[in-house]
C-alpha cells in the first residue's frame, strides 16, 4: 500500500470497534466517568484543535510540514477529552524543533501544497483531493501530480528525518490484511460496488457512502499517472461502470492516453 494509501488511514481505529485504539478510547473515557468527571469527546475528529491541544499539553510538537510529532514520529492518533475538572500541567518533552534549514518536507510535496513552513494550502494538499474535496478530477488542474496517491498522501511526513523509525509493519490490525490485499488499482476499478460499500468505505471513510466510485475515479487517475498497457483494457472495461462519474472518468483517461501518446510509445506501436 506505501504510496498509495496513506498509513493513517490504514490503521484508523475511530470508528474500527474491534481495534486496540478504539477499545483503548472508550476504556479512558470510562476511566474518567468512574473518577466521577464528567466527560466529553469527539472520536471522529476531535473535541477541540487536537494538535494545539496536544502540543499545549506538552505531549509533542508541531513540525514544519503542520503534522503533530511525539518522541516516536507523526504516525499517532490524537484523541482529546473534556472534564469538568482543571488539571494540572506536569509534562515536559525533549523533543527537538525542526533544524532552521531543513525543507525537506516541502520539496517532497508533490504539489507545492506545503508553501512555507507551517503553511499548507488545503486546496492543492494531494491528501484533500483523493479523500474530502476532489470530485471531478477531470477538471483538477493538479491530478497529474498525484503520482499514485489513491487515498491520502504521506510524502511531507514521510521524508527525513523525524519519522526515519517511526513505522515499523510488526503488528497486525483487525481486517486490514484481508481488503488491503485487494486494493490494487486493476481491483479497485473493477471492483464490485458491495465489496466497496461494505468492506471498504467502512475504513476509508472520508469518501462518505454513496460515493463509492471515488475510489474508482482516484485509481483511474493514479493509472493515468503511472500508465502500463496492462490497465487499458481494464479502462476500456468501465467506460461501461454503472457509474456515470466513472464511465465520464475513463473515457476521459482513453482520451488523455492517446493525447500523450502513452499508450503509443508502450504499446511499441
Ligand atoms: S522534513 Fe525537516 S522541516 Fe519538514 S517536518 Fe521534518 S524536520 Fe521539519
Ligand atoms: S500530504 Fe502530500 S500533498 Fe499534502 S502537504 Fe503533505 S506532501 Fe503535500
Redesign the pocket.
Given at each position: 500500500m506505501k504510496g498509495r494509501v496513506a498509513k493513517y488511514y490504514l490503521t484508523d481505529g475511530r470508528r474500527h470497534t474491534d481495534s486496540e485504539g478504539y477499545k483503548t478510547s472508550v476504556a479512558f473515557e470510562k476511566y474518567l466517568a468512574d473518577c466521577g468527571l464528567q466527560v466529553a469527546t469527539d472520536r471522529d475528529f476531535g473535541i477541540t484543535a487536537l494538535r494545539w491541544a496536544g502540543m499545549k499539553a506538552g505531549i509533542g510538537i508541531i513540525r514544519k510540514?503542520n503534522f503533530f510529532y511525539t518522541e516516536k514520529g507523526s504516525y499517532q492518533y490524537l484523541e482529546a477529552f473534556l472534564i469538568d475538572e482543571p488539571l494540572q500541567y506536569i509534562v515536559e518533552n525533549q523533543i527537538r524543533p525542526c533544524a532552521e534549514k531543513c525543507n525537506l518536507?516541502m520539496r517532497?510535496?508533490?504539489?507545492e501544497?506545503?508553501e512555507a513552513p507551517y503553511m499548507?494550502c488545503r486546496n492543492?494538499?494531494?491528501?484533500?483531493l483523493t479523500t474530502w474535496d476532489g470530485w471531478d478530477l477531470r477538471t483538477e488542474p493538479l491530478q497529474n501530480k498525484f503520482e499514485k496517491w489513491i487515498y491520502?498522501?504521506?510524502?511531507?511526513?514521510d521524508a527525513w528525518p523525524h519519522n526515519r523509525k517511526a513505522w515499523k509493519d510488526t503488528e497486525e490490525f483487525p481486517e486490514l490484511e484481508a481488503w488491503s490485499s485487494h486494493f490494487t488499482d486493476t481491483e479497485i476499478v473493477l471492483a464490485e460496488y458491495s465489496w466497496l460499500r461494505s468492506v471498504v468505505q467502512p475504513k476509508l471513510w472520508y469518501i462518505p457512502q454513496g460515493k463509492e466510485w471515488r475510489y474508482k475515479t482516484n485509481a483511474l487517475n493514479a493509472m493515468l499517472n503511472n500508465y502500463d498497457p496492462k490497465y487499458l483494457p481494464v479502462i476500456k472495461k468501465v467506460c461501461q461502470d454503472e457509474y456515470r462519474e466513472v464511465r465520464d472518468m475513463a473515457e476521459w483517461v482513453l482520451e488523455e492516453i492517446e493525447r500523450k501518446g502513452i499508450g503509443e510509445s508502450e504499446n511499441g506501436q
Open positions: 510540514n518536507c517532497s510535496c508533490p504539489t501544497s506545503l499548507m492543492t494538499c494531494v491528501s484533500c491520502g498522501c504521506d510524502a511531507c511526513q
